[in-house]
């Protein structure tokens, strides 16, 4: 996954040339090329000994070391020789300008921006979970994901909804409720009945609670524990979710389905179509089925009449996909195809009409090939408490923690009823100062948590006990002081981290900075712009290229026919609309037509005629279409205008500006380089 794309791009923008990129590709964001491609931040290190880092350079007096500069290159140049002395300078002045950027954009006091100062602490909070997580417990997660992967589990459950934090005579309440229907089931009763009829879920009424097939990370935890570890035919005891309590009867396992590829062909139909229009697309892939099952080629009969002009450019091919990556309809008719080369009949979506073609079908994949989004989905799940669980534990052992309960107790007794309003004060708890706990050499006092609970209480339900509030918030607070902890530690513990955020650092305020003198400023300056390209407009020019009409024409006959239609156009004006119109009144396909100027390359028919206005000779294809050109004007090479070629100008004129703007840079700040220790780098 690529997080923190923003400054993923901007980290090695002095090393990327990534200024022109950024204008071609139309997004001052685009994500980095660099060989540090996916920004995946590994499991942290040990902690590392402190040793003394050299000041490699200084850059308008400030200073940088050689473990700063060392890390960066490194990143950016992976390879196992030890680096040449030539490829070392060369990269020592693209720092140099780099760090001069960044001088520039603190002293412009960008650092001190309230919103540079937020999105560096959002990036902080990412950059530093896996130092925060328990690699073990996520391994067994990730592994466990995987190997439900490979089963897919249709059940049915009934629900009981429950608030998220609901009082004790509720829950038991809740409870009791679903107890009862578990009982009901177990006597005999039917469970799609009893869904239907009692089941909290609103879609019960509808599927009696059937959630047809599904797999590993498609349901909250608790769920798919129950779901994976309830026999078939079995039912669940009460599951407890942030929903509410759940019973399941598992209905079936299967395999998994795995994944398919497939080709297809779609004929369009606009959103709120008439009636009519539906008719039409409708007697086009009416059409099109027709010409499969008489043996005609899929993948040209997908490239010809595909209005998925993507895939139609491959032969109709979609990407390979899974379970829940596409529309139902279309997914269940393509998993429904029983072998590769099987084609289904017509199938309706949102989208249109459609026609699917198995090419090929396989299982799960290997581990490997998703263990990083298996690991990406198990962190933003319920699951992944397990693990926080683990390093608060180990936290805990790490830093001699210490509890008073008494101290607890003695707080909750000077709680009163006014914090079901959410009206409690602080005050009420004056006088008590004594250590709830004790981590490292850090205490935590009853005042602490009084504070705490006051500043974020809200009203509660006067059926919950003031005791199990308390100690809700509480178990809350605690946990997060202790992970909070052992975050402020993190720069001074691990080293890695600590360069790790410079980078972040420098990166956001490189792109603030470039952005101010560089990319917003070349698409503003307008004038600007416009002399740069007069001084420069024969770097932007248009080769040789044909204002045309390309016919395609399903056989000869209809070649003839619509020849005959074009001669008349040319002579007396007739519209390619009723020339189309009438070639295709006994099928959608007899003609297809399209127009527009193109340059050599652009189009493979265009490539192949005498540019000669007029009408072409016809070209015979391998399918027995036929295709001519009606050749309107031959365009000389001219320039082109800033809106034709305002993508590469603007890539140009931004490369201009940086140049001058460091070349300023460079009279402003003074920088001297230490050439001893630079000479130390390998």
Not at 276 to 291: P, W
Not at 511 to 529: H, P, R, Y
Not at 621 to 633: A, H, I, M, Q, R
Request: hydrophobic share 35%; charged share 30%.
């Amino acid at each position: 996954m690529k997080i923190f794309q923003k400054a993923n791009c901007l980290l090695l923008l002095f090393a990327l040339s990534s200024v022109s990129l950024q204008a071609q590709t139309g997004s001052k964001k685009s994500t980095s090329t660099s060989t540090n491609k996916k920004t995946n931040i590994v499991p942290p290190p040990p902690p590392t000994v402190e040793i003394v880092d050299p000041v490699l350079m200084t850059v308008g007096g400030d200073p940088v070391t050689k473990g700063e500069f060392e890390s960066i290159y490194r990143k950016n140049n992976q390879k196992d020789t030890k680096s040449d002395r030539k490829a070392l300078e060369e990269y020592l002045e693209l720092f140099t300008n780099f760090k001069l950027k960044v001088k520039a954009a603190k002293d412009a006091g960008k650092d001190t921006v309230k919103a540079f100062q937020n999105e560096l602490k959002g990036y902080r909070k990412q950059l530093a979970q896996p130092y925060l997580t328990d690699k073990d417990v996520n391994d067994k997660l990730i592994n466990e994901a995987y190997e439900r992967m490979k089963k897919d589990v249709r059940a049915s459950h009934i629900l009981i909804k429950l608030g998220s934090d609901p009082s004790p005579k509720d829950t038991l309440i809740a409870f009791n409720k679903i107890m009862g229907l578990r009982n009901r089931v177990l006597k005999g009763e039917d469970f799609g009945v009893l869904a239907s009829a009692n089941s909290d879920d609103p879609s019960a009424k509808q599927n009696a609670g059937d959630l047809g097939y599904f797999t590993s990370m498609m349901m909250v935890y608790p769920f798919e524990n129950a779901a994976y570890t309830t026999p078939v035919g079995q039912i669940s005891m009460p599951v407890r979710t942030k929903f509410g309590y759940h019973i399941l009867k598992v209905v079936d396992t299967r395999d998994a389905q795995g994944q398919v590829h497939v080709a297809h062909i779609m004929v369009k139909v606009p959103e709120n179509a008439k009636d009519s229009a539906v008719a039409i697309s409708r007697k086009k892939i009416e059409e099109i089925a027709d010409k499969v099952k008489k043996g005609e080629d899929f993948a040209s009969l997908a490239s010809n009449f595909s209005d998925d002009r993507t895939s139609g450019k491959n032969g109709g091919q979609l990407p390979w996909f899974g379970t829940g990556k596409m529309v139902p309809d279309f997914e269940k008719a393509a998993f429904d195809l029983k072998k590769d080369g099987d084609v289904s009949s017509i199938i309706q979506t949102q989208y249109g009409f459609h026609i699917i073609k198995r090419l090929e079908r396989k299982g799960v994949q290997a581990f490997d090939e998703v263990k990083a989004e298996l690991k990406q989905k198990v962190s933003k799940d319920s699951r992944s408490q397990v693990s926080r669980n683990s390093v608060i534990s180990k936290i805990k052992a790490e830093n001699s923690f210490k509890e008073d309960p008494k101290a607890l107790i003695e707080l909750i007794s000077k709680v009163d009823t006014s914090y079901y309003n959410g009206k409690w004060k602080a005050e009420s708890a004056a006088g008590l100062t004594k250590p709830l706990f004790n981590l490292g050499d850090v205490t935590f006092t009853q005042q602490d948590l009084a504070k705490f609970i006051s500043e974020n209480q809200s009203k509660q339900s006067k059926e919950s006990s003031l005791d199990g509030l308390v100690r809700k918030a509480y178990d809350a607070w605690k946990d997060d002081k202790i992970i909070a902890f052992e975050d402020a530690k993190l720069e001074s513990k691990y080293q890695d981290f600590r360069l790790l955020m410079q980078e972040y650092r420098d990166g956001i305020l490189l792109f603030e900075i470039t952005d101010e003198n560089v990319w917003s400023k070349a698409l503003k300056d307008s004038a600007g712009m416009a002399g740069f390209y007069e001084n420069n407009k024969l770097n932007y020019m248009w080769g040789d290229r044909l204002e045309a009409v390309i016919y395609k024409a399903k056989d000869l006959k209809i070649a003839k026919e619509s020849r005959k239609l074009v001669d008349k156009k040319i002579k007396k004006g007739t519209s390619i609309e009723e020339i189309t119109k009438k070639v295709n009144a006994s099928s959608q396909l007899n003609l297809q037509v399209e127009e527009g100027v193109f340059s050599k390359g652009d189009n493979e028919t265009i490539d192949k005629i005498t540019w000669i206005e007029g009408v072409s000779p016809d070209i015979i294809n391998p399918d027995g279409s036929v295709t001519f050109v009606e050749v309107k004007k031959k365009m000389a090479p001219m320039p082109k205008s800033i809106s034709e070629a305002r993508g590469l100008i603007t890539a140009d004129y931004q490369t201009f500006l940086e140049k001058e703007w460091i070349e300023q840079l460079k009279k402003k700040y003074t920088v001297n380089v230490n050439r001893a220790v630079f000479d130390t780098i390998q």
